[in-house]
């Protein structure tokens, strides 16, 4: 931790690059924000993988909202954890600068959670002499949501493609109850299309506001130009597998940058990096940024 700590000192151009164990902690305690892979892979019996692509959302629509139906009201009941808010803290230039002075910081982002976001909100409302840090321009573009949002919602009209925020809970009547009341071996519910969430301005069949699988990631060129200026990547809860968010570590290296891996347990090429914390993001991560 010290050796760490001097890195951090010594950095100018910092990224963070977080997945989907960063928030793992965040909602119910013995529950959590369910992964895509492990214990969280499986949505009823159907792998959660499948689900997030354009040919499941064309070929079911109704199994693929309520999916995202599902992951909707996990992510509302949830909280940021002491990860998400030592990320957002550190993204504040008066509070950063003290254990890397003169520093620059993005985080970038794979969850579609939202609970980054709204660890900047939280700090900006417990800490009224950040606010106005905090909600400047320069600190809300910090954050890079590079696989969407999942309180977005996107009109699926090709003359349209209308995007809204949407927090409303159920996102529509016919959704309501669907996120708990079956189970595998229950026939699956169907809901008629007509009745799934609408675009607000063109009421043509909506879609979920997120990146699909096989489809392209958000700020793909403002993260390479980051990349390739990073002095220290760290990387917290992520499997390292979904490129090209894997592939920012290694380039960061290769540029003579330094690495540190936050993960609960090992994973592949934490073996190459200069510092590696297992245990939970939450409780490593606010001290390793000296914000415990």
Not at 154 to 183: D, M, Q
Request: aromatic share 8%; hydrophobic share 40%; charged share 20%.
């Amino acid at each position: 931790m010290p050796s760490f700590t001097a890195t951090l000192k010594a950095s100018k151009h910092i990224i963070a690059v977080a997945g989907a164990g960063l928030s793992a902690a965040s909602g119910e305690m013995t529950i959590g924000i369910p992964t895509f892979r492990g214990a969280g892979g499986l949505w009823r019996k159907y792998d959660a993988m499948g689900l997030a692509t354009p040919q499941a959302f064309q070929a079911n629509p109704s199994r693929v909202w309520q999916f995202y139906h599902y992951r909707r009201e996990k992510a509302l009941a949830a909280q940021p954890n002491p990860g998400h808010l030592a990320l957002a803290m550190f993204s504040v230039p008066s509070l950063r600068h003290r254990m890397a002075p003169n520093s620059e910081f993005t985080l970038i982002t794979q969850n579609v959670d939202g609970l980054s976001r709204r660890a900047l909100e939280q700090i900006a409302a417990t800490h009224p002499e950040l606010a106005g840090e905090v909600n400047s321009p320069a600190v809300q573009d910090s954050l890079l949501e590079m696989h969407g949002r999942l309180f977005d919602v996107v009109c699926t009209s090709e003359a349209c493609r209308y995007r809204e925020h949407n927090t409303n809970s159920p996102i529509c009547p016919a959704l309501a109850g669907t996120e708990n009341v079956f189970t595998k071996d229950e026939p699956e519910p169907h809901i008629d299309e007509a009745d799934l969430p609408r675009c607000s301005k063109c009421g043509s069949l909506a879609r979920p506001g997120v990146v699909w699988f096989e489809e392209m990631p958000w700020y793909l060129d403002r993260i390479d130009d980051l990349v390739d200026q990073a002095d220290l990547c760290i990387v917290v809860g992520t499997s390292s597998t979904v490129y090209p968010a894997a592939g920012y570590a290694y380039a960061v290296r290769e540029n003579g940058g330094k690495t540190a891996v936050f993960n609960l347990n090992r994973s592949e090429g934490d073996q190459d990096a200069d510092f590696l914390f297992l245990g939970p993001a939450e409780t490593t991560l606010p001290k390793a940024l000296g914000l415990q």
